[in-house]
């Protein structure tokens, strides 16, 4: 799985502790460089900040749609605007998660994002 | 148009105030002033006017007073030459009728004088005097004086002279005031003789009386010595000197002013008769004449005290309730930009918080995962010894990311600290670095490049460190609004003057309209659709005037906008 968030520390503790729970997690700090992983290998799941300066995590989203439509997204937002969530929903993101995480809730929906591989059409409603 | 302009000054000093200052001595001035024009404004014409009327009731008072007493005297006057003129008449046809030898018979004589009387009444006696002043014949009462000589007196003489001669009164038959006419007939055939004949002053009397005076008025004739010829009312009785001073008159009517012997205060009225040398004359109390002006004139007083009074006290009460609702009416609106201050500032700080809360997720999200990894180690790694170097890091990366969450906290504590205006001396480059602060995570995100040229040696202001916050806080979220992502923000400080700083905020934005920029200031007025209140700008246009200064805006649609202030470094000197 790919992880992206322009926190570094954030994403390396994170990346070390869903090692610990088995899974293998691939860091990057910020779009660019995730979509550039996203077109050279393969990911059963990526996990996205939404809130991030250059590309923006919306922006990330869309364009990791456009190249694949199967990979489930699963969004991190905590930047207070609620509508985050749902607007990401309807770019075709698989789920959300609000930032500070529960691991435990994360590992649930990245287990579901695994197992629904299928593919996922942006919808335009909710 | 210099008159204009001088007016307009005028208007101006005298009622306008300076907005800022809520004193109550600007309301005492403002409201002495408008009772001060209103009653200049009313009472001065009032007055004039009062005044004006004053005069013409005066004068066309007088005259019409005046007027009749002028034409009485008059016509009275012409009625006494008339009764006059109609007696001598008689007396000159009975001469040139008969002739001296008829009228020398006693019997001759007596018919005439009786028919003399009997037509025409006020007759006494009737005499004939012969050339050298022997009394040649008589009828009347005094018979004795019959075969006389009058050559030496002075009727005789006149008489002789001029041909007629009208005496004076004197005192005759019976203590009676009488006259004396005579003629002298000059035959064609004989010597001069003169007719005489003494009438009483009935007529006179009747003369007078006809013309109905009210009973506080008085007339008389006086002669040229000023002895009474008829009984005055109040002056002397005939033949005593009258006391008052007559001037010489005039076949003309002339009235006068002027006070009697007593004092009083008297209208004269006189006319001087052509033959004999009398003068006529009306005396009419002041006080009567002018008794209706004096009642007219209190009245007139009256009514304009009333008003006067009357006046000043709508004025005082009008201004003093239009100055109190102007009072109140400002502080309404200063309690409303206040609330609505309050308002923007509570949003601010509203959205502040929201920036805060942003800003600390992060750190949260990070000590979340670092503490977490503690726990899953502790959890699934057996040997906790070679993890302690782990632990140590985790724990030392925990401990400064809280660190960094105080710096943000404690930013938005400073931040709610000042709520009241509390001035100080200021460096204005700190005060907009320390607003970038609250705004760099935000120009960070959405890329929006932040260009500086803050003057290095920037003197101190003293101002309202969180007033100022907000006014640049204001203007810089709408900057970041206008501006895409990718887009510049400068902010440029100098030293416009030894007392005024210059600071400008620009942004290449989207910019506003030529009609957006008339509204800007207004309240309520918002670009932003659902989330703008409207307010930000017409409040940070009143901070910036209440801290004493000023500042302006200039914009093109498509390009960008500018704020420049000019702010005063030492406000309320």
């Known amino acids: ?126 | 148009m210099f008159l204009l302009k001088w007016w307009e000054r005028f208007i101006r000093t005298f009622f306008k105030y300076d907005d800022t200052s809520a004193s109550p001595d600007r309301y005492i001035a403002l409201r002495r002033n408008i009772v001060i024009l209103m009653m200049v404004v009313t009472i001065v014409p009032l007055t004039f006017m009062a005044v004006i009327n004053h005069h013409q009731y005066q004068a066309s008072l007088k005259n019409e007073i005046i007027n009749p007493v002028q034409s009485l005297v008059s016509k009275t006057k012409h009625s006494f030459e008339l009764f006059l003129e109609e007696r001598l008449s008689t007396v000159r046809f009975i001469a040139s009728t008969y002739s001296f030898a008829e009228l020398s018979d006693a019997k001759t004589i007596g018919r005439i004088f009786r028919t003399l009387r009997t037509e025409f009444g006020g007759f006494i006696d009737l005499g004939l005097f012969d050339n050298n002043g022997i009394q040649a014949s008589y009828s009347g009462p005094y018979t004795h004086f019959l075969g006389k000589d009058y050559s030496k007196q002075g009727w005789f003489e006149e008489a002789r002279v001029r041909g007629t001669y009208i005496s004076e009164v004197f005192m005759g038959y019976r203590e009676l005031p009488h006259i004396a006419i005579a003629i002298q007939h000059m035959p064609e055939d004989g010597p001069n003789w003169i007719l005489r004949a003494t009438i009483d002053t009935d007529k006179f009397d009747m003369l007078i009386t006809s013309m109905g005076l009210d009973p506080e008025s008085d007339a008389f004739l006086i002669n040229r010595e000023g002895i009474l010829q008829t009984h005055s009312k109040f002056y002397g009785k005939v033949l005593e000197r009258c006391p008052l001073v007559i001037p010489r008159g005039e076949s003309v009517t002339n009235v006068l002013e002027a006070s009697d012997h007593r004092g009083k205060e008297i209208i004269l009225a006189y006319a001087r008769l052509s033959k004999p040398d009398y003068t006529l004359v009306v005396v009419k109390p002041r006080s009567v004449v002018l008794k209706t002006w004096f009642t007219l004139k209190s009245e007139m007083f009256f009514i304009y005290i009333i008003s006067v009074v009357v006046i000043i006290l709508v004025v005082l009460k009008l201004s003093g309730v239009l100055v109190k609702s102007i009072r109140e009416a400002d502080e309404k609106r200063e309690s409303a930009f206040r609330e609505l201050e309050h308002g923007q500032k509570l949003s601010s700080i509203g959205r502040l918080a929201a920036g805060v809360a942003h800003e600390i997720n992060n750190p949260l999200a990070i000590i979340n995962e670092k503490a977490g990894l503690i726990k899953d180690i502790v959890e699934h790694v057996e040997d906790c010894n070679t993890a302690r170097e782990k632990f140590l890091a985790l724990t030392g990366s925990i401990l400064q990311t809280v660190q960094r969450c105080r710096t943000i906290t404690h930013r938005l504590l400073g931040f709610a600290k000042r709520l009241d205006v509390k001035f100080e001396e200021l460096n204005l480059n700190d005060v907009i670095t320390e607003v970038l602060g609250f705004l760099e995570k935000e120009a960070l995100y959405r890329n929006i490049k932040i260009e500086l040229n803050l003057a290095p040696a920037l003197p101190k202001i003293s101002s309202d460190r969180g007033q100022l916050q907000q006014v640049f806080l204001n203007i810089l979220n709408n900057a970041f609004a206008a501006v895409d992502s990718g887009g510049r923000v400068s902010i440029t400080t100098w030293e416009e003057n030894t007392e005024t700083l210059g600071a400008s905020i620009q942004d290449n934005g989207c910019g506003m309209s030529e009609e957006t920029l008339k509204h800007i200031f207004e309240p309520f007025f918002t670009t932003k659709k659902e989330y703008g209140t409207g307010l930000g700008l017409p409040i940070t246009y009143g901070i910036v005037k209440k801290l004493g200064g000023d500042f302006k805006v200039q914009s093109k649609e498509g390009q960008g906008t500018t704020f420049t202030f000019f702010l005063s470094r030492h406000p309320n000197t």
């Open chain 1, 1 to 126: 799985m790919l992880l992206i968030d322009d926190e570094e520390d954030f994403v390396i503790t994170l990346a070390e502790r869903l090692q610990i729970r088995g899974l293998r997690p691939v860091a990057a700090t910020d779009g660019e460089t995730g979509l550039d992983l996203v077109r050279n290998e393969s990911f059963d799941v990526v996990i996205l900040d939404v809130m991030m300066p250059g590309l923006s995590g919306l922006d990330v989203l869309e364009r990791i749609k456009k190249f694949d439509l199967q990979i489930p997204v699963i969004m991190l937002t905590g930047h207070g605007r609620s509508e985050d969530g749902p607007h990401g929903m309807q770019l075709g993101a698989f789920d959300y998660v609000m930032k500070p995480i529960d691991i435990d809730e994360l590992i649930q929906k990245i287990g579901a994002a695994a197992t629904c591989r299928e593919p996922r059409k942006p919808h335009d409603t909710i």
